[in-house]
């Protein structure tokens, strides 16, 4: 377990690159344990591919990172059996029922007997009439809602969510916001892609502000609080100001 | 609106097919089956001599019929197949849910779509490969060519449309209907004594060549797909059922899978609760093998030392692999590795344990096959062993070029040849062995095991080496 001192999550100057394409040029950070870190960016600039990288999915051209001390380029298995992901793309197994993905998430991670956690699941993001429903026959949202149960099912010191609230209704949203509040407040970590400025705006600690594959600007939102300063206007001052 | 649908369709599969190796290597994939039919013309001359040239065409177009029926077969499938393995997000097909178009255009432009790439990708090429041997050797039958072209591309969709049809019957009337109804017609044409050809028209229509069996060729192929695009609707519209929780029990049973069980448990789930259930691993067993018995009877009775249970068997191990196909149909490596502890080769290995779970099937095929021929015990000994050997080393062969997505990167030209090149070799020293000596086959498979064995080691290997998961 990572002192108090040792961050969560480290990057030093990542790069990855796909032939002639580079998604990810040589990016620094590093996420401190209780931090909900936000980072913020448009289509194409290099989200998904970070999360790939610190999740061990992905190989970095160059640099390296640390997730709970671990590398996932060494050891991609083991930073994933301690954090939880919500991928870009919700892909559970068709031929699963909901209630059956999540035994088999915890079958997978060793959790034993996860039946109390599960129904508490479908009852707080209100999807138990989906228990025994295929995955291929969910709407998109409750796929959601689903992802997000199979990520912290196992009560992950970090969590990496890409994009998830997408395409829920505003009440589902609320609760899954005050959820993400309420596990950084307790100690956990979660890294948070999105484009969405004022959800961002409302959860994060800190946030940082890629394009093209580099961080151009990084800031603690109660900063901006204290100056008054809209995350829109951070946003569009760091684009524009290039 | 349906143009733009089939563009669009034609578009992403092409996408899909190049994005995983490249295009060049999957447009190389019919220039590489040309290649093997211009070669395998040259044995014409020489298999006319032992076959009739007439039961010879028989044999292909039968072939194409089976091979148009078993891509319908897949293609039903398909829906539930791409689904999950594309998502909503990227399928034209489910993606245009929203647009205005009805589900028959939808489905008319699928099957259009696969039609198109099937015929480009399979039948076209065998026919080129042929007329380029025939145009440099043989230029008598070049008039063929055009001809051949035709009744082969009919004979391909024939088999479609009549799987078409039958899943109808089946969605409308149920199973028992959809066995009948064949069984029907064969019974007929079986107690009226009408030839096996008959019931194949683009066949007749290469023999005869004449405009009524042409027309009723081409009916024969719209009226059942008419038909079946006519009563789509309820088998189409989504099924939301429920089901029964089996996950944990079935991965409570195969505990001696031990850190596979929940893997092996949901592979077989998907197998079970996919269309068609576990018959559909039989029935593409059977498929390939009626076809090649039907074959061999043929040859055999021509060369008098062989011994039909020990090629069958040779024929059954290389076909067996279709069982691990099968087990990898129905997810996504990337969707383990997005979220899991899980490496590829976890997965692969989930896989080889569900493969091992249900190849007794082979096996006890080649037993019915030994007990309906009355064939010597020596010669059951021999066969199994044979099978044991060829089973293992294809199913080797397949995970290491097919890794977890085999249907779909066999339509890599270096991998189609590569399987060829390892396959066919290993095939060929077991017949030749088969024809000479049975301890000498039974020896020669019982040392396949150990090579299969460290091919599937190099497969779990180059699972986790590689990062292209995203499929
Ligand atoms: N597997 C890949 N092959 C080639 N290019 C890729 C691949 N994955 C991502 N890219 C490219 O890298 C860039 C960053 O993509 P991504 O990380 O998905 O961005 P974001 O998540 O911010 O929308 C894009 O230009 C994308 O096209
Ligand atoms: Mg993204």
Known sequence: MPTAKSPAILASNMMKSYGPVEAVRGVSFSVAPGELFGLLGPNGSGKTTIVRLLTGQIRPSDGSSRVLGMDPAKDPVGVRSLVGIIPDQANPPSFLTCEEYLEFVAGIRKLGDVSGSITAWFDFLEFSGDRKVLCKDLSQGTRQKLM????????????????????????IQEKIKAYMKDHVARGG????????????????TRVAIIEKGRIIREGRVADMRKRREKLSAFFMRAVRGR | MTLELFRAMMREEWRIHSSLFGSAMFLLFPFVLAAFSFAGSFFLPVLSLIVPLRTLALLVHSTFFLFGASVGSFGLLGREVLNRRFGHASLVAFSSRSLPVSEREILTSFVVKDCVYYLALWVFPFVLGFAAASLAFYPIVLHWVPLVLLTLSLSFLFGLSVVFLLSTIYVRLGKFAAVLAPGVIVAAAVALRIPAETLLPPFLLLLGQDPFTFVLSTLLILVPYALSVAFLEADYAARERRHRERLAGAARGLGFARNLSFL?????????????GFGKVLFTLLLPLGLTSAILSVFLKFIPSADFLLIFSIFLGVISSSIYNWLTEFDMASAYGSTLPLKSSDVMRGKVFGYLLLSPLSPLLLLAVAIARGSPLASVAAALFALAGTCAYSLAITALLGGLA??????????????????APVSLVAFFLSLSSAPGLAAFCAFLLPVSLVFLRKAYRRADSSEALYF
């Open chain 1, 148 to 171: 997000f149960a199979q990520a912290f099912l196992h009560k992950p010191a970090v969590a990496f969510i890409d994009e998830p609230l997408i395409n829920l209704d505003p009440i």
């Open chain 1, 189 to 204: 970590t979660i890294f948070f892609c999105t484009h969405a400025l004022e959800i961002a705006e409302q959860l994060c």
């Open chain 2, 264 to 276: 092996v448990a949901k592979d077989l789930l998907d197998l079970y609760r996919s269309e068609g």
């Open chain 2, 406 to 423: 085999p249907n779909i990167l066999l339509y890599n030209a270096k991998n189609f040849l590569l399987y060829f090149a390892l396959i």
